[in-house]
């Protein structure tokens, strides 16, 4: 969730420090710092908000160095503060950390009874404590940090300054993503290759339980008291991918690369020659599947529940869509083969990865569907199926959604032609659907003046606003929902139209927007009952439908969205752009952060 870099350079490394920082904004924190080495001794700088506080003490008491360590904080332990904001230090040892350490507690115990006092609420200064102590017992920093992974409990990732070496780093990783970059007589390590982009392109990836060495020149990765290699990649991220182009916000800039990266996805998954999908080859015959288990957390999930509906539909196939967070938990039977499907992003959510690992545990086959294919879940996967959104820099998720259902629904395509419930023209006629949707999506992101109309007078005057939908468009409903709450923090619900009647009903009158989610499909005219049952009872309707649609419900809605007529098995995923931009200009509207929702982060690797 919170961002970290580590730079040793040549030059003063502070305005580094707090460029990367500004690149892992996205993450979500509440507080950053930055710490340097002066004359051998720890200098730090940190403020309570947003990096701009950060900024203006750097102006008013600048900070030297050429080693150094930067981080943007989400509060876990201890509130949100100057004094719990990172990096946390001691007088030999300074800590930035990302993740919890399980068994705080007891090592804060057992450390104050050493008779050390802890000047922070946080878990992390148990890790510069711990270490701190091994110092004054006159072990080298490899051996306290050796010995501290042994101490350590809990998902993290961490780096480490040391007073009076000016020579080293050190990182290390279990649960938490961390990459080391390698320069010119310089050497980084960041939360991804996001926070590196600038600064280069060679970079390895830690695994769980490394920690690692970094000097000017090199870096020595340890597993316990073992040396071990780990594969220097180029990566593809430039600083050039991640401004904000023309346009006001990130996630504004987002949904309107929505065509293009959608178009992208289609280009590895589907030949426009043959009309035929191209999955990468799969370790397993998806005739022979019995179940499917996809598994994700929030928007990801989402696409899962979609993606249930195409998979059962087209290929006749079982699906179950289980929370990360609770999958684990449960314990659930999984049939020996079977294949279960981690969506994320990131491909570093925790509770994403603990499930995939469970499931690997039960010996299903894993594959993943994910934006890094460098990512944690996507190394520890049998099969990767990358979404080809390219970097996503607003929390709020966009085009992650859309090409992951993108990619989700040439996977049910080819499970159907496998299974042999769709023939070949079947898999044509939906390809060629496919092949027309990042035009269909073009026209519908060029709306935006209807959008914002809609935003500015109906929902940011709402204090509830209620979502239905039914078929697969029930989840693009719940999206709805949630995009609509993460960031203009108004109430709001999705629900399948059937359920209406089974208690959300009881919350309409005049004051209650509700969206209505209706392409013309098999369940239309059920839905339409669903809105005459809302418009019966004074609530606002607000219509998501095509120019059909819109002839027989248009009439009697507020407002009326029109969009392009396509194939009802693609409407999910053009449905979502709307709802998207609905969100986006109620967020305006109100003067909401739209990037950075409060409370929110962008990879989530803590449970």
């Known amino acids: 969730m919170c961002g970290i870099i580590g730079i040793i350079g040549k030059a003063s490394v502070t305005p580094l420090l707090v460029d990367a920082l500004k690149r892992l904004e996205y993450r979500g924190y509440d507080s950053a710092g930055v710490a340097t080495l ?18 203006a003490r750097l102006a008013q008491e600048p900070l030297a160095g050429t080693i150094g360590i930067g ?20 007088d030999r040892v300074a800590i930035v950390h990302n993740g919890i350490i399980e068994n705080f507690q007891e090592l804060k115990d057992e450390l104050e009874a050493e008779g050390r006092r802890f000047e922070s609420d946080t878990d992390t200064e148990v890790v510069a404590q711990l270490l701190t102590s091994m110092l004054d017992r006159q072990m080298s920093p490899e051996q306290a940090m050796g010995k501290a992974m042994e101490r350590l409990r809990g998902a993290f990732a961490l780096v480490a300054l040391f007073s009076g070496r000016h020579d080293i780093l050190m990182g290390a990783r279990r649960g938490s993503s961390l990459a080391v970059g390698y320069g010119d007589g310089e050497m980084y390590v960041g939360t991804d290759a996001l926070a590196l982009a600038p600064f280069t392109k060679r970079v390895s990836y830690l695994e769980d339980d490394d920690w690692v060495v970094l000097t000017a020149t090199d870096c020595k990765v340890y ?17 050039a991918m991640i401004g904000k182009g023309n346009h006001r916000h990130f996630m504004l800039k987002e949904i309107y690369e929505q065509p293009a990266v959608i178009g992208d996805t289609l280009q590895t998954y589907l030949d426009p020659a043959t009309r035929a999908v191209t999955l990468p080859a799969l370790p397993f015959d998806w005739a022979k599947v019995s179940r499917v288990t996809i598994t994700a957390c929030g928007t990801a999930c989402f696409a899962g529940m979609v993606a249930k509906y195409w998979f059962e539909k087209l290929a006749r196939l ?4 289980e929370v990360a967070s609770e999958l684990r938990y449960r314990e659930p039977p999984l049939p020996e083969g079977g294949v279960c499907i ?28 994910v934006n890094v294919p460098e990512s944690a879940i996507a190394r520890e996967s049998h099969v990767v199926l990358p979404t080809l959104a390219g970097p996503e820099i607003g929390v709020a998720s966009t085009k992650a959604f859309t090409t992951q259902l993108t990619v989700l629904l040439t996977a049910a395509i080819a499970a159907g032609r496998a299974r042999g419930t769709l023939t070949a023209a079947d898999e044509a006629r939906l390809a060629h659907a496919l092949i027309e949707l990042p035009a269909h999506v073009n026209e519908t992101v060029n709306m935006e003046d209807q959008y914002r109309h809609i935003a500015e007078d109906i929902l940011s005057e709402a204090r509830d ?29 999705g629900y ?5 009647k089974h208690g959300p009903i009881a919350l309409i009158d005049e004051l209650v927007p509700v969206v209505v989610v209706a392409p013309t499909d098999s369940v239309f005219d059920k839905i339409a009952s669903n809105f005459e049952q809302v418009k019966a009872r004074g609530g606002k309707l607000i219509l998501m439908t095509d120019a059909k649609g819109a002839a027989r419900l248009g009439d009697q809605a507020i407002a009326t969205i029109v969009l392009p007529a396509v194939d009802p098995v693609i409407a999910p995923i053009l449905y979502t752009v709307p709802a998207q931009l609905l969100a986006y200009h109620t967020a305006v509207a109100k003067g909401t952060d739209v990037d950075q929702p409060r409370n929110l982060a962008k990879s989530v690797t803590v449970e």
């Open 38 to 55: 002066i004359n051998g001794h720890i200098e730090r700088r940190r403020a309570e908000g947003k990096l701009v506080n950060l900024e």
């Open 71 to 90: 981080h943007t904080r989400w509060a876990t332990h201890g509130k949100p503060s100057e004094r719990n904001a990172h990096p946390i230090a001691t």
């Open 496 to 500: 399948a139209g059937g359920e209406m």
């Open 223 to 239: 597993q316990g008291h073992t040396e071990v290699k780990r594969e220097i990649r180029q990566s593809g991220i430039s600083g």
């Open 465 to 493: 606003v209620l979502y239905i939908g039914r078929g697969s468009s029930f989840p693009v409903a719940l999206e709805g929902a949630l995009k609509l709450k993460e960031v203009s923090y108004i109430h709001a619900e």
């Open 342 to 369: 981690a969506v994320s992003q990131s491909g570093e959510t925790i509770d994403t990865l603990a499930a995939l690992r469970y499931a690997k545990a039960q010996k299903q086959i894993i594959v993943s569907v």
């Open 318 to 321: 079982s699906v179950e869509v």
